[in-house]
C-alpha cells in the first residue's frame, strides 16, 4: 500500500443498525492500516456502550484506569477554560497504544469513558446541542494535528453525539449485513443524512458488507445493492469467520497481525483497508442522492 492520504483525514464508522459490525470494522480496517501502512492511526471508541473499550480491555486494566477517554476529552473541550487541558491530555498520548498486536505500533485507541450519555442529556437540557458539535470539532481538529487518520467508531443509535461525529468527519462508512433488516436500517441513515443541514455532514464513502455468508437470500440482496450504484458498496466483502468474531474476546497475550487476522479474514481486510484508502485518496466520495432502498 502507498497511500498519499491528506493527513488528519477522519472517517465516522456508522450506520443505524445495531451489531452489523462497526465496532469490527473499525478495528479491523485500523489494525490492518497501522500494520500495512506507515499511517499514523486513532481509534476512537464513540459509541457510550464502549464495545471497542471492552473488545479491547481497556476499561478497567492497570495501569490503563487513569487512561484519557473520549468523555474527559469531550469534557475539557466543551469548558473554554479548560481548552489548555485539553491540549495537555491529547499532547500527553491520547490512546497511547491498546491493540494487543505486537507490530501495530502507529496505531492508538481512545477509550469512550463513562458518562457519555449523561453529558449528551445535560446538554440538550440545557439547550446546548449545539456546544457539543463545537467540541466535537475542536476535539477533532486538535487530533488532527497529531494523526494521519482517525477512524470513529459510532454507536447505532442516532444520539446527539453520532450525529455531530457525522458533521464533523470527512466521511462516513456504513458496515451493513445482507439481510432485509439490513436494507430498512440504511433507509434510516438516509432518512438521517437527508434531514441533517444540507452541507454540513460527512462524504459519504461507500456501503461495506459485513459477516457474509453465502446463500440465495444473500446473494439476492448482494445483487440489489450492486444495482444502487450511489451507495458505493465496495467491492471487497467481508465474510463470516471465527477470527473475526473473537475479536470481541480480549486476547490477553500480544500476537502478531497474522494470527489475529488469519487467512480470509485479514485478506479481506487488507483489500478493503486498499479500497478504503484509496476512496479517500481520491476524494471520491460525494453527496448521496438516493432516498430509498428497502423499498425499491
Ligand atoms: N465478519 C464477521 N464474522 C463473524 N462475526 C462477526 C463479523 N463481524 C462482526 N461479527 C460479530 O457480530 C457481532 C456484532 O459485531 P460488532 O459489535 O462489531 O457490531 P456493531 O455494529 O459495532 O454493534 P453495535 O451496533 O452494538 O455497536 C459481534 O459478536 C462480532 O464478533
Ligand atoms: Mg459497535
Known sequence: MTPTLRSGTAAAVMSSKGGVGKSTISLGLAETIACETPLTVLLIDADPQGSLTAMMDLENDTPRTDRITLVSLLSAALNPSEAAAMEYLIASGVGAGGSDIDDAGRLDILPVGTGLIELERQLTRSGRDADLLRAVRHLLDALRETYDLILVDCSPGLYLSTESWLQACDYQLAPIKADKISLSALDLVLDFRRACPGGTLSSWLGIVVNSYQENDAANAILGKLQTFTDLKMFSTIVPATMALQRL????????????????????????????????????????????????A
Open 248 to 295: 470481541a474476546i480480549h486476547h490477553g497475550d500480544r500476537r502478531s497481525y497474522h494470527a489475529k487476522y488469519p487467512g480470509a479474514s485479514g485478506e479481506a481486510l487488507r483489500q478493503l483497508s486498499k479500497e478504503f484508502l484509496a476512496r479517500m485518496t481520491a476524494r471520491s466520495a460525494s453527496a448521496l442522492t438516493m432516498t430509498r432502498v428497502s423499498q
